[in-house]
């Protein structure tokens, strides 16, 4: 008998609107509690909401990016929930008629393409949040309440921790891509809730086997605790089916809802999960369904960007870059844009994004920013790529002055040359230095020149000399030639 684990996951994602789904209120975070809130987001009797139409372009640009089934026609409807932190009692989304399905995403795992299914994608509204931290009571803050949401769901497609962490990321990477989501974790713009089953098999028996009860996996905030909960999850399972294997099956018990406890890094039973009919749901009344045509789905379409998995093989293609640098160049779109605009300034490919990726990424990271937020454009980039490209300066000086380019707007040849920086290629006024190195030297000459076992010492001290006049700025290549043809008479 063996085991495969089977999971889906479903993840929320805050849209970044200027205001909230149904209402004008500011989609804000960090604000003084309540103070992003207006009647109809709080709940109050008798409002009307009014649909947030960029939302449901976000919406549907990331459903066209997962290549989903657009619906032409779609309703609200409200789920009935009692929450302290929902004051209507309900919250709006879509229950039958979700503006995306039947979709997919490609995902790069261990250098394998996998595919995973997606169900369905659609908008709802956030709920607020209950604030524990006040002394002796809980308040309530509904800044959060009516933020646009997009619930993402996908197919049970992946079999292993590293496969979910791959989507989980492919995710969260393609909505910044889409410019939908910041999805800054630690504000809470993305959450995770896995579905998490075994599929046990006997071997002997390729068509038999059963599933281990379902679990869902509540509101986890980071990956750390994604990846931590879905190993817990399949570790506790296959002990619960090895204790007992008759009775620990989805055909004999029902699914449940569990969390993670963060401390202790074990997940907790909560409840048995809910059958959607206990949500009550029905069509909201107070909002017009949706229809999109052809010329309006065909506007959002004409702003989706290339994908970050395209991508990835272009870069791969064009520009011969290896599979490291190209998921660096490529995590996010800026750092994409911004490699691509500096070989389109002229730099070679790989100049470019050896630079990127050890000046440009960790100054950025420094800085809390990413690399086109450094203030160097690409053309100067690309200045200081060429100056490298014909040793004009050295590779460990061009780092140098990417840094100092931070500090001044002038090209990088001058702040090369102001900097003595520059590399002495050129040969007249290195044969002076190298002329009088050697005549200085009669005894370091003749070892050279004898072949014998001192050669080899006695023309890098001669070299050494030289760069040590050039006050470290002769090319050594350029140098090393001059002294051998000089020496040895060697063109
Ligand atoms: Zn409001």
Redesign the pocket.
Same mark, same amino acid.
């Given at each position: 008998m063996g085991y495969r684990p089977t999971i889906g996951l479903e993840i929320h994602v805050e849209l970044s609107t200027a205001s909230?789904m149904f %209402? #004008? %209120?500011p989609n804000h975070f960090g604000d003084p509690p309540n103070s992003n &809130? %207006?009647p &109809? %987001?709080l709940g109050m009797p008798g409002v009307l909401p009014t649909m947030n139409r960029q939302a449901y372009e976000y919406a549907v640009l990331m459903g066209l990016a997962l290549n989903c089934r657009i619906a032409t026609f779609t309703k609200w409807d409200r789920k009935g929930y009692y929450y302290p932190d929902l004051p209507k009692n309900y919250q709006i989304s879509q229950y039958d008629l979700p503006l995306s399905s039947n979709g997919y995403i490609d995902l790069l795992v261990n250098g394998q393409t996998k595919r995973i299914g997606i169900t369905r994608a659609h908008l709802e509204e956030d709920a607020g949040k209950n604030v524990h931290d006040l002394p002796g009571c809980t308040g309530v803050d509904l800044n959060r309440a #009516?933020v646009p949401l997009l619930e993402i769901v996908s197919e049970p497609d992946m079999n292993s921790v590293p496969e979910v962490m791959a989507y989980a990321r492919s995710m969260r990477q393609l909505v910044r891509y889409l410019n939908i989501s910041q999805a800054n974790m630690q504000q809470g713009h993305m959450r995770f809730e896995p579905n998490i089953s075994l599929w046990v098999f006997d071997d002997a028996e390729p068509d038999g086997g059963h599933y281990t009860p379902i679990v869902e996996v509540k509101n986890l905030n980071s990956f750390r605790s994604l990846e931590r909960t879905v190993a817990f999850e399949i570790d506790r399972q296959a002990g619960q089916w090895q204790a007992d294997p008759d009775g620990y099956r989805m055909d004999k018990m029902s699914k449940q809802n569990r969390g993670w406890d963060d401390v202790r890094e074990v997940t907790v039973y909560q409840r048995h999960k809910e059958e959607a009919d206990e949500y009550r749901y029905f069509p909201e009344p107070d909002l017009l369904p949706v229809e999109i045509d052809d010329a309006w789905l065909g506007r959002i379409k004409a702003q989706l960007p290339e994908l970050p998995i395209a991508r990835y093989a272009r870069f791969r293609k064009e520009f011969g870059l290896d599979e490291k640098l190209t998921t660096l160049l490529t995590s996010e779109r800026g750092t994409a844009d911004y490699f691509e605009a500096v070989v389109q300034a002229g730099a070679s490919p790989h100049r470019a994004a050896n630079l990127i990726q050890s000046q440009g990424l960790r100054l950025a990271n420094e800085r809390g920013t990413d690399v086109a937020g450094l203030g160097i454009s690409a053309e100067r980039l690309a200045g200081l790529c060429k100056l490298a490209d014909e040793d004009k300066v050295s590779a460990t000086t061009a780092a140098g002055i990417f840094q100092a380019m931070l500090e001044s707007d002038d090209p990088p040849e001058k702040i090369a040359q102001d900097r003595n920086l520059m590399q002495v290629s050129d040969t007249s006024a290195l044969e002076a230095i190298v002329a009088e190195v050697l005549s200085e030297n009669g005894k370091a000459v003749a070892d050279y020149k004898s072949g014998g076992k001192k050669a080899k010492k006695a023309r890098s001290f001669i070299l050494g000399q030289v760069m040590q006049r050039s006050k470290g700025q002769a090319n050594p290549k350029v140098a090393g030639e001059l002294i051998d043809r000089k020496v040895l008479g060697q063109t």
């Amino acid at each position: 008998m063996g085991y495969r684990p089977t999971i889906g996951l479903e993840i929320h994602v805050e849209l970044s609107t200027a205001s909230k789904m149904f %209402c #004008g %209120c500011p989609n804000h975070f960090g604000d003084p509690p309540n103070s992003n &809130v %207006c009647p &109809v %987001c709080l709940g109050m009797p008798g409002v009307l909401p009014t649909m947030n139409r960029q939302a449901y372009e976000y919406a549907v640009l990331m459903g066209l990016a997962l290549n989903c089934r657009i619906a032409t026609f779609t309703k609200w409807d409200r789920k009935g929930y009692y929450y302290p932190d929902l004051p209507k009692n309900y919250q709006i989304s879509q229950y039958d008629l979700p503006l995306s399905s039947n979709g997919y995403i490609d995902l790069l795992v261990n250098g394998q393409t996998k595919r995973i299914g997606i169900t369905r994608a659609h908008l709802e509204e956030d709920a607020g949040k209950n604030v524990h931290d006040l002394p002796g009571c809980t308040g309530v803050d509904l800044n959060r309440a #009516g933020v646009p949401l997009l619930e993402i769901v996908s197919e049970p497609d992946m079999n292993s921790v590293p496969e979910v962490m791959a989507y989980a990321r492919s995710m969260r990477q393609l909505v910044r891509y889409l410019n939908i989501s910041q999805a800054n974790m630690q504000q809470g713009h993305m959450r995770f809730e896995p579905n998490i089953s075994l599929w046990v098999f006997d071997d002997a028996e390729p068509d038999g086997g059963h599933y281990t009860p379902i679990v869902e996996v509540k509101n986890l905030n980071s990956f750390r605790s994604l990846e931590r909960t879905v190993a817990f999850e399949i570790d506790r399972q296959a002990g619960q089916w090895q204790a007992d294997p008759d009775g620990y099956r989805m055909d004999k018990m029902s699914k449940q809802n569990r969390g993670w406890d963060d401390v202790r890094e074990v997940t907790v039973y909560q409840r048995h999960k809910e059958e959607a009919d206990e949500y009550r749901y029905f069509p909201e009344p107070d909002l017009l369904p949706v229809e999109i045509d052809d010329a309006w789905l065909g506007r959002i379409k004409a702003q989706l960007p290339e994908l970050p998995i395209a991508r990835y093989a272009r870069f791969r293609k064009e520009f011969g870059l290896d599979e490291k640098l190209t998921t660096l160049l490529t995590s996010e779109r800026g750092t994409a844009d911004y490699f691509e605009a500096v070989v389109q300034a002229g730099a070679s490919p790989h100049r470019a994004a050896n630079l990127i990726q050890s000046q440009g990424l960790r100054l950025a990271n420094e800085r809390g920013t990413d690399v086109a937020g450094l203030g160097i454009s690409a053309e100067r980039l690309a200045g200081l790529c060429k100056l490298a490209d014909e040793d004009k300066v050295s590779a460990t000086t061009a780092a140098g002055i990417f840094q100092a380019m931070l500090e001044s707007d002038d090209p990088p040849e001058k702040i090369a040359q102001d900097r003595n920086l520059m590399q002495v290629s050129d040969t007249s006024a290195l044969e002076a230095i190298v002329a009088e190195v050697l005549s200085e030297n009669g005894k370091a000459v003749a070892d050279y020149k004898s072949g014998g076992k001192k050669a080899k010492k006695a023309r890098s001290f001669i070299l050494g000399q030289v760069m040590q006049r050039s006050k470290g700025q002769a090319n050594p290549k350029v140098a090393g030639e001059l002294i051998d043809r000089k020496v040895l008479g060697q063109t």
